[in-house]
């Protein structure tokens, strides 16, 4: 068989290995109900997140449209803050997602309660942790032209999703530095999957398939709106203004959280996995998977 052949098979076990961690990570997600609780959680504190930073903007309107210079003065900053918030808030919970799963997998059973107050423990590494990825994700984008930072951008994910695998249990459950952290998730990865890093890139399919929920997601939330916006426009007692109240605190904070909701379920689904994974290879309990199981789930050979 040639090289080129055996790159094409190699590459195909993968990806049938990887979909079948992606499989995985959604039963864990299922089975661990409480896990439900992470990305709503997550899903509110963007909403918020984002509701704070564009209602700061906003205010200051009138003195951005007179300014030239405000997108600097106060659009960089904003959205540099914004990144960072968004890398802030995914860390902690998905950290907090890593000590349910965790604790399920050796009680059975677990704690939000106590998972948040692990992730506070652990504030300073994920802050940390959230520039760097902040950092990244704004390096990664598209240049003016729209092309000049494709490259760089991809090769930057791919080796962000590389380094970042096991970040969160790591991060949970190992009292490490930064630096000390970032080299154990790396080091966990080279060693144990190393050759079955294509497959747990595969999760990337878990996320478009998201994509293709939101947009679901978009049409049920359009004609949601269009029709209770009928029926306020026949309540004639109510001011013009109930509408733009019922719209800006109503419509769009929970159009918000359920579309960061949809999103933050694969996401943590991933962490589960990882975490399952993570405590596999250090030979802890695994919960509902057994050895076989994941040994089965890695192996790309």
């Keep these: 068989m040639s090289a080129i052949a055996e790159k094409i098979k190699h590459f195909f076990i993968r990806f049938f290995y990887g979909s079948k961690l992606s499989l995985l990570s ?5 089975h661990y109900k409480k896990l439900m609780l992470i990305p709503l959680l997550a899903a509110i504190g963007l909403a918020l997140v984002f509701g704070a930073i564009f209602g700061f903007i906003f205010m200051l309107h009138g003195y951005m449209l007179q300014s030239e210079n405000a997108k600097y003065v106060i659009g960089v900053p904003m959205t540099i803050l914004l990144f960072f918030c968004i890398a802030f808030l995914k860390t902690f919970f998905a950290v907090v997602g890593a000590s349910m799963t965790g604790q399920y997998c050796q009680n059975n059973q677990a704690s939000l309660t106590h998972a948040i107050v692990e992730g506070f423990k652990k504030l300073r590494l994920i ?4 520039t760097l990825a902040a950092v990244i994700r704004i390096s990664s984008g598209k240049g003016k032209d729209g092309k000049s930072n494709s490259l760089f951008g991809f090769v930057a994910n791919m080796s962000w999703s590389y380094l970042s695998f096991f970040i969160y249990p790591v991060i949970a459950y190992e009292n490490n530095t930064f630096m000390d952290s970032l080299k154990r998730s790396a080091n966990l990865m080279k060693t144990y999957f190393g050759a079955t890093s294509g497959s747990i890139f595969t999760f990337s399919a878990l996320y478009k398939v998201s ?3 939101l947009l679901g997601y978009a049409y049920l939330m359009r004609f949601i709106f269009n029709n209770l916006l009928l029926v306020v426009k026949h309540l004639s007692f109510l001011p013009d ?16 959280i359920g579309f960061w909701f949809i999103l933050e379920v694969a996401f943590t689904a991933q962490v589960a996995v990882s975490t399952i994974l993570y405590r596999y290879v250090n030979n802890q309990l695994t919960g509902i998977f057994n050895r076989a199981t994941l040994e089965d ?3 790309a050979r």
């Design 241 to 256: 203004i109930t509408i733009t109240y019922f719209l800006i605190f109503v419509f769009i904070p929970c159009f918000c």
């Design 297 to 299: 789930a890695v192996k």
């Design 211 to 213: 994509l293709i929920v």
């Design 26 to 30: 959604l039963q864990a997600f299922f």
């Design 127 to 130: 802050t940390a942790w959230s």
